[in-house]
């Protein structure tokens, strides 16, 4: 058995950053951040974009060797190919992840955090001192981890929150099942994002590139099961690639979930705090979920420190966390999440329509602003979204 | 809490199966554990509700019939 004040389930962004701040709000504390994979950050689930003031926040991308390329313009896409080309509409990063998690860990060690790969949290269990026993697989042997926090960074599958009782369930409706290449040698513009909307090709989300550098790119898409013909979300990425980018070389693969809902309803527990996907903080319109993994780790950190220095990691004490991340973020996600469920309603005919009244906007002038009130104007039926929104 | 045995319950292909992870939370029993690298299925708890199958990316999940087998929890490979 290890006394530990606080054990963080996963390496990822959230587990990270809360390791780290953890350590930089309370250095004399034990923290322990464990890794199930044998290498922080990988395997790679991740289309791995990023937006500029967020990540600042936490490291400075500029000249690191985390980051693949600088992004200024995104391109939507509509269902027939027509491009609205957004310049200048933001900075943004596509990561390196592998490196990106590893270099956000070595923060934590760096704040006197101990990380540990290939290290398995198999179980957990409240006992009547009041600390969590948490069971830790590590290279065929196994230790209980008694700790006075656990914060469950543990991604879709949420381990950690289901262990503590809480309701991490998602309705099918709001799990997107993604697959995505790395294509090689492949033509498009290398500093802008792609993203295709069309029921044809990516029912219920949508299509991406997100380039890594010249002729090389994250080439995928992100669907709802339950408006598919059938087919999965693979078989779906290769019949779009095959029709877009038939000539190009697949140098790499990956499939993951990502939760597209909003907060769950109570992110923590007695001496439990749930972080990052794990806690369904991921942009519901978007699919983007790092800076808000990276943002929830911080507050789980800083409140786990300041629970533990008063002694009472209580769950009354820890929804200070809860509430600190819905002003954040939290509120805005039940905004977005009702723009997302008038989305859904617009087919593709509409999509293509839409796509040429925006054009006639010259591109210069052409804000997310006035994008917005224009489509408006030529498209009332966009009201209620609109409605939606600010309401 | 009785329930229903159902007649199929979900099944995973290992082979196919990448460990995303995306089916645990689909799952309303909870019937899907991820641990060692496998995935397995509780087919104790399992109620056949196949909300597991179709979001799988690699379609690695299929129902089977259920029969009896002494192991409540194994890989069963589809």
């Known amino acids: ?391 | 809490m009785r329930r229903v045995t159902p007649i199929k319950i979900a099944a995973v292909d290992l082979d196919v199966c990448d460990r995303c992870g995306l089916c645990l939370p689909l799952c309303p029993p909870e019937s899907i554990h991820l641990e060692s690298n496998t995935l397995t299925v509780d087919r104790e708890s399992c109620t056949g509700c196949e909300k597991c199958v179709a979001p799988c990316p690699v379609g690695a999940l299929a129902m089977i019939p259920l029969v009896p087998s002494p192991e409540s929890r194994v890989p069963v490979h589809a």
């Open chain 1, 1 to 391: 058995m290890r006394d530990v004040d606080v054990l963080i389930v996963g390496a990822g962004p959230a587990g990270a950053v809360a390791a780290w701040q953890t350590k930089q709000a309370a250095p004399e504390m034990d923290v322990v951040l464990l890794e199930r994979d044998r290498a922080v950050g990988t395997p790679v689930r991740c289309a791995e974009g990023v937006g500029d003031a967020g990540l600042r926040e936490f490291a400075n991308p500029d000249g690191a060797d985390w980051v693949a390329r600088r992004i200024t313009d995104v391109i939507f896409q509509a269902p027939d190919d027509t491009e609205v080309v957004l310049s200048g509409s933001g900075l943004g990063w596509v990561l390196d992840r592998t490196r990106f998690d590893a270099f956000l860990a070595a923060q934590a060690v760096a704040e006197g955090a101990e990380v540990l790969v290939g290290a398995e949290a198999t179980a957990m269990a409240r006992n009547g001192d009041g600390r969590w026993h948490v069971r830790v697989k590590q290279r065929g042997s196994e230790e209980i981890y008694r700790a006075r926090v656990v914060i469950g960074a543990d991604g879709v599958e949420t381990m950690v929150g289901r262990w503590a009782g809480l309701e991490t369930r998602v309705p099918a409706r709001d799990m997107e099942s993604c697959a995505q290449y790395v294509l090689q040698g492949i033509d498009f513009n290398p500093d802008a994002i792609y993203l295709q909307f069309s029921h044809a090709i990516a029912p219920g989300g949508y299509a991406w590139i997100f380039p890594k550098g010249v002729g090389v790119a994250n080439v995928g898409l992100g669907l709802v099961a339950l408006k598919t013909d059938g087919r999965n979300a693979r078989q779906y990425l290769d019949a779009w690639i095959a029709q877009r980018f038939p000539t190009g070389a697949r140098t790499g693969y990956t499939v993951g979930g990502v939760i597209v809902h909003t907060t769950i309803k109570k992110t923590y527990a007695d001496g439990v705090l749930v972080a990052g996907d794990a806690a369904h903080m991921i942009n519901p319109l978007s699919g983007g979920g790092i800076t808000n993994a990276m943002k929830a780790g911080r507050l789980a950190g800083c409140t786990a420190a300041a629970a533990i220095r008063q002694h009472d990691t209580s769950e009354r004490r820890l929804s200070a966390y809860h509430k600190a991340w819905m002003d954040l973020l939290g509120e805005d996600h039940l905004k977005y999440y009702r723009i997302k469920q008038a989305l859904e309603q617009m087919d593709d005919a509409f999509l293509n329509s839409l796509a040429r009244t925006v054009n006639r906007i010259e591109p210069a002038k052409r804000t997310i602003g006035r994008v917005f009130a224009h489509a408006l104007l030529k498209h009332p039926q966009l009201i209620p979204v609109a409605a939606r929104f600010f309401v």
